[in-house]
């Protein structure tokens, strides 16, 4: 009981504080992003709060990424009877960590088109509609998405056919110990989560057997509290597992084609998405940042703003902040990271060169790395000083 506690407290919102949006220090900034992101936006949105050069409040919702790419497409308002999350500043609760509950206010009547839209995944998976000339795209860091398993399982892999046979025909797929879909936990059409699987594993959103449930807490205490965890599977955002190791394992997947079950990380236990990063774990997706243009330029900047900081763009410095930590924090990877790319959900991958890559700040992050140390005052020796390490290029 504790630890689902631990999740709630972790994922939904604290009720009773609902003072209206509007009122909270500005400029005030409205998002409606995917749950996985959830823990990115809290960290971020801390950060803004209490950046004196450039104070911003980030007041956010979720939603599944097609509904997100719906709203910010054909500017549908955010109802006022949602509650609408943010997070204390350090003078308002000194104590308030990234683990803790967010506040809520509300809306004004009528609701508010939000300024920022997220999607975990590419928008061509919910929409063939091409973007509005008037939202802008951009892509912010990458996200993998696994299937977990309750920590009592002793279920450690699961191969592209047999995920095929188990969620595209449950009991009738006959791959055992995962037959009864009463304990095959999956998410809604509109999900990222449940999409990008889908694309992976070539069965449509819609035929999929097992519970569907509208967010990932519901996933998350249905796997913890499986009376049969032998049998208990589960789709999460990686972003989701990485808080919750403690009660959750993940399956090594073996994509179509491979010869061998990867990890999104080098190991089971280790946190540095290498496996991602170079391609053998397959199951990832980029996040996608959206805002409101007009005449090509941002309609709100501070919007933006926040967009480029997830993005890891140059822009006026945050006091106490580095976006690399927060982006490896949470279990997601920088752009600039990744040595493979894609151009649409589930398809092919290749390498990918960034112009400016960040893979030695990321590996201190996460693990280790043999990267030189660098600065104005200590150039390298071969390589491009970046974020204080000597890159290749």
Same mark, same amino acid.
């Given at each position: 009981m504790r630890r689902l506690l631990l999740v709630l407290a972790l994922l939904v919102p604290r009720l009773g504080d609902a003072a209206p949006c509007a009122n909270l220090p500005g400029p005030v900034v409205y998002a409606q992003i995917g749950d996985t992101q959830v823990n990115l936006m809290k960290r971020l949105a801390r950060a803004l709060r209490d950046n004196t050069p450039k104070p911003v %409040? $980030?007041?956010? =919702? /979720?939603?599944?990424?097609?509904?997100n790419i719906n709203g910010i497409y054909n500017r549908v308002a955010i109802a006022d009877t949602v509650n609408m999350q943010y997070v204390p500043?350090?003078?308002e609760d000194a104590a308030w960590t990234p683990s803790s509950a967010t506040l809520?206010?509300?809306?004004?009547?009528?609701?508010?088109?939000?300024d920022i839209a997220n999607s975990a995944l590419f928008n061509s998976a919910c929409t063939t509609?091409?973007?509005?000339? %008037? $939202?802008?795209? =951009? /892509?912010?860091?990458t996200q993998a998405y696994v299937l977990a398993v309750?920590?009592?399982?002793?279920q450690t892999a699961i191969t592209y056919e047999e995920a095929y046979f188990v969620?595209?025909?449950?009991?009738?797929?006959m791959i055992a110990p995962w037959i009864d879909e009463a304990q095959m936990f999956i998410r809604t059409t509109t999900k990222s989560t449940l999409l990008a699987w889908a694309a992976n594993i070539g069965v449509p959103a819609d035929k999929w057997k097992g519970m569907r449930f509208d967010g990932s807490p519901m996933v998350v205490s249905s796997l913890q509290g499986s009376t049969n965890p032998q049998a208990a599977l589960g789709i999460l955002g990686a972003e989701v597992y990485d808080g919750l190791r403690d009660t959750l394992n993940v399956l090594a997947f073996r994509a179509k084609d491979q010869y061998a079950a990867y990890y999104p990380d080098s190991t089971s236990t280790a946190r540095d998405k290498q496996n991602v990063r170079?391609?053998?774990?397959?199951?990832?997706?980029?996040?996608?940042?959206?805002d409101t243009t007009s005449g090509g330029n941002p309609v709100n900047a501070d919007a933006r703003y926040v967009i480029d900081l997830i993005a890891g763009k140059a822009v006026t410095p945050v006091e106490n902040f580095d976006m690399f930590a927060i982006i490896s924090a949470v279990g997601l990877i920088p752009v600039c990271a990744m040595k493979v790319q894609r151009s649409f959900e589930g398809g092919p991958l290749s390498l990918y060169n960034s112009?400016?890559?960040?893979?030695?700040?990321?590996d201190s992050l996460v693990a280790t790395t043999s990267c030189a140390q660098c600065s104005a005052q200590q150039p390298c020796a071969t390589g491009t000083c970046r974020n204080g390490f000597c890159e290749v290029q």
């Open positions: %409040t $980030v007041v956010f =919702t /979720t939603s599944g990424s097609c509904t500043s350090l003078a809520t206010c509300q809306l004004p009547t009528g609701g508010i088109v939000p509609e091409a973007p509005p000339a %008037t $939202v802008n795209l =951009t /892509t912010g860091p309750p920590e009592a399982s002793t969620f595209g025909f449950g009991l009738g797929g170079d391609g053998h774990y397959t199951v990832w997706s980029p996040t996608i940042w959206m112009p400016e890559p960040c893979g030695c700040k990321y």
